[in-house]
């Protein structure tokens, strides 16, 4: 198993261009999340999703588009880059959280399987 | 409100001693999930342990151990018999019941000194 891989794991851009990071899982995982890492400011999310085809915005979605056409990919694009989105991006998968029944329905079985990080400077 | 909260930017431990790192969480659910992750100078993040909001004891996992103080709302990370490979940044984080995001802390930089 490769577990979360992510492409690329460097890029520079210039300022208006636009690109593709791709985030592939082969864990069978139904969630997948897009994060961003600044100094100082942990882990912030940009985008999620709970299933193929299905994708919600985080907490800093602004500038960023994602899409979820396979179960096992999660595309996270940048339409016009600025130096604002220079950052280290992180793509993690998750088994789905149950909820049913009086079982707790969050367990270890929770836990986030992250990539390596992709890191992006926009000049 | 902050939903979860690392209030210590940087700690040192000396070598082979124990050292806590604080984490204090907010939420109105009573099933919730807490965790903690390290993320070492190469960036990767590593999960460490998992501390689930009906758990009756304090997870532990080898040398981590979680100090679970469900009334206080703390779920502070013990790392015992500090080693040099520790030294890195420590996140606490919480799911709670259905709900599919995950809340991350601003992180600890733990730095073990020989």
């Known amino acids: 198993n490769a577990g979360v891989t992510q492409t690329p794991k460097f890029r520079v851009l210039k300022t208006g261009q636009s690109m593709t990071l791709l985030c592939a899982q082969d864990?069978?995982?139904?969630?997948m999340y897009w994060y961003r890492q600044d100094p100082g400011m942990g882990l912030r999310l940009i985008h999620y999703s709970v299933g193929e085809g299905t994708t919600a915005k985080g907490e800093v979605p602004d500038g960023y588009n994602v899409s979820r056409l396979k179960k096992q990919n999660f595309l996270l694009g940048l339409e016009s880059a600025a130096p604002s989105q220079t950052s280290v991006y992180f793509c993690a998968s998750s088994y789905k959280a149950s909820g049913s029944g009086t079982r707790p329905p969050v367990s270890s079985y929770n836990e986030q399987f992250f990539g390596p990080g992709t890191r992006l400077t926009v000049l | 409100a902050q939903k979860i909260t690392q209030t210590q930017p940087g700690m040192f431990v000396q070598e082979k001693e124990a050292v806590t790192l604080d984490c204090t969480y907010d939420t109105s659910d009573p099933s919730y999930g807490l965790f903690w992750y390290k993320q070492p100078s190469s960036g990767e993040m590593i999960f460490l342990i998992y501390q689930g909001s009906y758990d009756q004891q304090n997870a532990t996992e080898g040398r981590y151990s979680l100090n679970f103080q469900k009334a206080r709302k703390s779920a502070n990370l013990v790392i015992s018999a500090s080693q040099l490979g520790d030294s890195a940044m420590y996140f606490c984080?919480?799911?709670?019941?259905?709900?599919?995001?995950?809340?991350f802390g601003t992180g600890t930089k733990l730095q073990v000194i020989p």
């Open positions: 864990m069978n995982h139904e969630y």
């Open positions: 984080a919480m799911r709670e019941r259905g709900y599919q995001k995950v809340t």
